[in-house]
């Protein structure tokens, strides 16, 4: 039996907030704090936290590789981050810090049988990821293992997490989407509301301008929500989305691809149940 796309995009779901628990928990900010990161706000440890598998990148190539970022913003951060800690000491600390977080959230799930049997099928799926042409996919899946299984189980949700971003900017620009008109076109179908879409750092400015461009090609009404042919392009880019990210979940197949969905729910309830992520956010999660 194959791996049908709302199994692929169940997958996402079920790990994108076991990934994203590095740019919100306190513990992390207490690590990258102790790096001389400023943490009233979270984007001066988000930017080094994400990009630092790539090496010490310049602001253009992290602008790249995030694509929905105003380069204005990565430039606030990038490539002033690698002053204040060197990558390997920013991957130290996020390690440090997730496994803190991990320990809180989850409890004593950490050493369960089931949380390691999870690791290990994550694992499996993450080292079936295909990364060519997928650079923070690569980047990550560069990276050692750790040997605790709810590290293994993060780091496998990070590398599969980039390789499903990754593919998602492949999308994006088949649809002749560019940064900002890709956050436009999304708000338009209801993913989140517009403001949510304000902390990437694009203008008021910009964003008229990106409005104006999708109404011109028929993907916007006057009010700023879709056309049938802006949900139909915005549908589309999420399919050839979850058919980019269906490769690991082939490699793994489709009982142990279930069984692993299955494993995931309670720590899944953890993570979410703690009201550390915030309810609405950039990636629609929920609405697409």
């Given at each position: ?177 560019d940064p900002v008109e890709a956050l436009v076109s999304f708000a338009a179908i209801g993913a989140a509301p517009a403001g949510v879409f304000a902390s990437r750092g694009w203008s008021e400015h910009e964003w008229a301008a ?79």
């Open positions: 039996m194959g791996i049908d796309h709302g199994r692929v995009r169940q997958m996402w779901h079920l790990l994108e907030p076991l990934h994203a628990v590095v740019y919100y928990a306190p513990e992390v900010f207490e690590e990258t704090r102790s790096l001389g990161y400023d943490t009233e706000e979270r984007w001066p440890s988000y930017f080094p936290l994400r990009a630092a598998p790539l090496g010490a990148p310049e602001t253009r190539l992290v602008a790249s590789a995030f694509y929905s970022f105003s380069p204005r913003m990565v430039a606030e951060h990038i490539p002033a981050a690698w002053d204040v800690a060197a990558p390997d000491k920013v991957l130290a600390a996020r390690v440090r810090g997730v496994d803190r977080a991990y320990t809180a959230l989850i409890g004593d799930r950490t050493g369960s049988p089931e949380l390691s049997e999870a690791a290990a099928l994550a694992r499996r799926a993450a080292e079936a990821a295909p990364t060519g042409g997928r650079p923070l996919a690569a980047a990550n899946a560069g990276l050692p293992w750790p040997r605790e299984p709810h590290l293994v189980l993060w780091q496998a949700a990070t590398i599969l997490r980039e390789h499903r971003g990754d593919g998602h900017l492949a999308a994006l620009l088949t649809a002749g989407l990106a409005r104006e461009r999708l109404a011109v090609r028929g993907l916007l009404e006057a009010d700023g929500t879709a056309t049938d042919a802006g949900r139909a392009l915005r549908a589309e880019v999420e399919r050839r989305t979850d058919e980019l990210a269906a490769a690991p979940w082939r490699a793994l197949g489709a009982e142990d691809t279930a069984r692993l969905a299955e494993l995931l729910g309670p720590v899944w309830l953890d993570v979410l149940g703690s009201g550390l992520l915030p309810r609405e956010n950039t990636l629609g999660i929920g609405k697409v």
